[in-house]
């Protein structure tokens, strides 16, 4: 018989078992009041990755959502996912999958604990407001018990909070860093209210690049809830697969995926597209959080000088500005980023290996790793684009 301490740790298969309430209570709960802090970890944005088929069968992302219940009340939950593969991380893990197979041992399938293809920081053990501590350490001994029964490899939580990566350092778990390329909003009133912090070089190229893309003949709008039409999504597909084909293979995301976005999610988003009569030549696509604007897809029908920069980089500048928001992130990898604004900045994960002795040697790599890290984001943040500011030596 259960008394009101015990917590019950469950796996669904779907998420069509799962109240949305009861998750979003644990994923969002300031949504009552507003926007979600983090879009990706909604029971709406999880669904519609379900319900497209862009996880499931066939995919190598094989849901196995974890909830914790205790005196009957959801208290934590975690997007938990069975992986065959190591597509569509962006903190990947292929040299621990080599070493670990070199070895003799199985890697996959092993456990994800992520947003699917959404290399943005957020939580990832979602608990009930009161219930942090215990509903972290629930959810973690929850996954780990799954992993042992199952004699699988190894558990991994990426694009982690900080908060979470130190909390599941205390708990055993492996804390792994990395970095990606971030845009701050220093309570500029406009676009030249930022260029004003940037040094007088990095200034005349911003405005010069920005010039050379607005040249491309055409304009460029953006458009968010109800202004994003059916149509709008037809053009946005075809750029998406161009691009997913020549980054990734094959597109992650379903045809199927921005039909439901429509229905589900044009709230959450902001489609830029660059338009010449009426027909757009290029766009991307934004996710748009409570105070951060997350840069997904781009993709174009035509190629013209600096139009990426124009409609990933500085358009998404443009809207944090003009809404209030304190960031951009621009998703993995490209120190093209450096230049236009974006600075390194920290993500963070967790890992669990079952086997003690790969562990150890994971954990001697992953110290020599951090500090590699940290060293590569000083080195960069010094390369920036911002004004340096002067240290008056005291007499």
């Given amino acids: 018989m259960m008394d009101g301490s015990t917590i019950e740790i469950t796996t669904h298969n779907t998420l069509r078992g799962i109240d949305p309430a009861d998750w979003n209570a644990c994923a969002c709960p300031e949504a009552s009041s507003g926007r979600a802090i983090d879009p990706f970890t909604t029971y709406r ?53 080599h070493a670990f197979e070199r070895s003799g041992g199985r890697y996959y399938p092993k456990l994800q604990i992520a947003v699917p293809f959404t290399p943005a920081t957020g939580r990832r053990f979602l608990t009930r407001t009161g219930f942090e501590v215990q509903g972290m350490s629930a959810l973690v001994q929850g996954a780990v018990q799954i992993a042992s029964d199952n004699d699988l490899s190894s558990i991994h939580a ?116 660059a338009m010449r009569d009426g027909v757009p030549v290029a766009g991307a696509l934004n996710i748009i959080g409570r105070d951060t604007l997350y840069g997904r897809y781009w993709g174009c029908a035509e190629n013209h000088p600096c139009l990426h920069f124009e409609i990933c980089y500085y358009q998404a500048i443009d809207y944090a500005i003009a809404h209030g928001m304190k960031r951009v992130e621009a998703g993995a990898q490209g120190e093209h980023k450096l230049a236009r604004g974006y600075l390194p900045a920290t993500t963070h994960s967790l890992h669990w290996f079952g086997d003690a002795g790969f562990r150890n040697a994971v954990a001697r790599y992953l110290d020599a790793e951090r500090v590699a890290v940290d060293d590569e984001i000083e080195i960069l943040t010094s390369y920036g684009p911002f004004k340096k500011v002067k240290v008056e030596e005291q007499e």
């Fill in 45 to 97: 944005f999880l669904k519609a990755l379900e319900d497209s088929g862009s996880v499931g069968t066939g995919s190598g992302w094989n849901p196995h959502y974890l909830t914790a219940h205790q005196g009957g009340q959801m208290i934590a939950c975690a997007p938990l996912y069975g992986k065959n593969h190591s597509q569509g991380e962006y903190m990947f893990d292929h040299n621990f999958a």
């Fill in 158 to 273: 990426t694009f982690c909070s900080e908060a979470e990566a130190l909390a599941g350092a205390e708990m055993g778990l492996l804390h792994r860093t990395s970095q990606q390329y971030h845009w701050y909003n220093d309570g500029y009133a406009d676009w030249d209210g930022f260029l004003a912090a940037l040094s007088s070089r990095k200034r005349k190229t911003l405005r010069k690049e920005r010039l050379t893309a607005q040249a491309f003949g055409g304009e460029i709008i953006q458009l968010t809830g109800d202004q994003i039409e059916p149509q709008h999504w037809d053009a946005f597909w075809d750029f998406y697969q161009d691009t997913g084909a020549r980054k990734w293979g094959q597109p992650y995301l379903t045809r199927k995926f921005f039909d439901i976005a429509q229905d589900r999610l044009r709230d959450d988003i902001l489609l830029v597209f």
